[in-house]
């Protein structure tokens, strides 16, 4: 069975580039989450979707960043501009009934 | 003070050893537990969930102790391929949402 699957898996941009990481959730998991890890602050929920809606933005760092999940199996996270303090591993999970589970995640690292 | 706090380690144990890891938590409304596990580079995944009668899974236990707030989990015969960083997660609702991860406890099997 497909877990969940994010793209890229890996991205180097520059400063004041926009980044678009994307997600495609379990099918049939209702809830999709956008985490980031970083060796300083662990992981850390950026925001959660509830049958594609956002329910909680509230991990969100600034407007800088943005979700959208216009379909059940689609998500994306948006960095615009990207700044070098935005370099993490950025994990997508979804789940259905608590457990959460996770893609291999998209490392990003803006110089 | 951290929501849930974990002993970042590392600890490093010969093959065989049994070793322990501690997470406090502060919420005393949580009410749900969890161990996940993380390789290298590689997405957290669930390990076991924490009951409050204290649950074994082969060489794996979790005991939960809700009076002081901790939980814990025990490797006994510890192997190579134990090797990973070992997340506490503590869920303060009732929904996937309210997952929150400690940062993490550092395990190195030597041979």
């Known amino acids: 069975d497909a877990g969940v699957i994010q793209s890229p898996r890996h991205e180097v941009t520059e400063m004041g580039q926009e980044v678009t990481l994307r997600c495609k959730p379990i099918s049939g998991h209702n809830s999709l989450f956008w985490y980031r890890q970083t060796m300083m602050r662990g992981l850390e929920l950026l925001i959660y979707f509830n049958n594609n809606v956002p329910i909680d933005d509230s991990g969100m760092p600034e407007d800088r960043f943005s979700a959208k999940m216009p379909n059940a199996s689609f998500s994306t996270l948006k960095i615009q501009p990207s700044e070098p303090r935005d370099s993490a591993v950025y994990f997508c999970a979804s789940s259905l009934s608590g457990e959460l589970f996770f893609g291999e995640g998209s490392r990003l690292t803006v110089l | 003070r951290k929501e849930v706090e974990q002993d970042p380690g590392p600890f490093n144990v010969p093959e065989g050893a049994t070793v322990a890891f501690n997470c406090t938590y502060s919420?005393?409304?949580?009410?749900?537990f969890f161990w996940y596990r993380q390789d290298c580079r590689k997405e957290p995944k669930l390990l076991m969930s924490v009951y409050s009668s204290g649950n074994e899974d082969g060489r794996f236990t979790a005991q939960l102790n809700r009076a002081s707030q901790y939980i814990s989990l025990l490797i006994r015969d510890s192997k190579l391929s134990d090797s990973a960083t070992y997340l506490c997660?503590?869920?303060?609702?009732?929904?996937?949402?309210?997952?929150?991860f400690g940062s993490g406890t550092q395990l190195t099997v030597l041979p």
């Open positions: 919420n005393s409304a949580s009410q749900s």
């Open positions: 997660v503590v869920n303060m609702g009732g929904s996937a949402r309210q997952l929150t």
